[in-house]
């Protein structure tokens, strides 16, 4: 600390200026992460930790790819602003469009249980800025806050298992669909 009481004073300022910076961009990002179910039922300090966790925000433009179907997971996105498409390769060779997100929506989650490649690809609709958190941090966390990371992975457990209804849905939808198709074929005469 200097000596001079001007500077001193000065000094004092800067850093209450850097802390209220800090705090005002720590709360815009506790505040996103509350919004994303795995961390729901986190306390302010077990945010704040996730939140030193986080990688980003990271920016991307218009029309580019964030992950791409077939690359290992590493870690999930959360979206902080703008919005991302999620789409998926049919084996039929066309792209089928799963879901558009927005901010404090969430992919990729699958990663922080395993490095399967990705099941789908994601676009940046529009500009777009997203946290990541990757998996050796969850793996980190596991050997040094054992509690706090059983809590994400009970949040990562119940988000998985919540979308599960729904993409049983919608495999079934395309099963139904795909056996009309196949019937319709063998009438016609164009399968045997």
């Known amino acids: 600390m200097p000596s001079d009481p001007l500077w001193r004073h000065v000094f004092r300022r800067l850093q209450e200026r850097v802390r209220s910076g800090r705090k005002e961009k720590e709360t815009a990002s506790c505040k996103l992460l509350q919004k994303v179910p795995i961390f729901q039922e986190l306390s302010g300090r077990e945010l704040h930790?996730?939140?030193?966790?986080?990688?980003?925000?990271?920016?991307?433009?218009?029309?580019?790819?964030?992950?791409?179907?077939?690359?290992?997971?590493?870690?999930?996105?959360?979206?902080?602003?703008?919005?991302?498409?999620?789409?998926?390769?049919?084996?039929?060779?066309?792209?089928?469009?799963?879901?558009?997100?927005t901010r404090g929506n969430f992919f990729g989650a699958q990663a922080l249980v395993d490095q399967s490649p990705r099941p789908a690809s994601a676009y940046a609709l529009q500009p777009c800025s997203l946290l990541v958190f990757c998996r050796p941090d969850l793996l980190e966390l596991i050997d040094t806050n054992l509690p706090l990371a059983l809590k994400i992975v009970e949040g990562l457990a119940q988000a998985i298992s919540t979308d599960l209804p729904e993409v049983i849905e919608k495999l079934s939808t395309q099963l139904r669909d795909s056996e009309r198709l196949l019937k319709g074929a063998r009438r016609a005469g164009s399968i045997q």
């Open 49 to 101: 930790k996730i939140e030193e966790m986080l990688y980003g925000p990271r920016d991307w433009r218009a029309g580019e790819a964030i992950i791409n179907q077939g690359d290992p997971g590493m870690g999930m996105y959360i979206v902080a602003a703008g919005q991302i498409r999620i789409v998926q390769m049919g084996d039929d060779g066309f792209e089928k469009q799963l879901a558009t997100l």
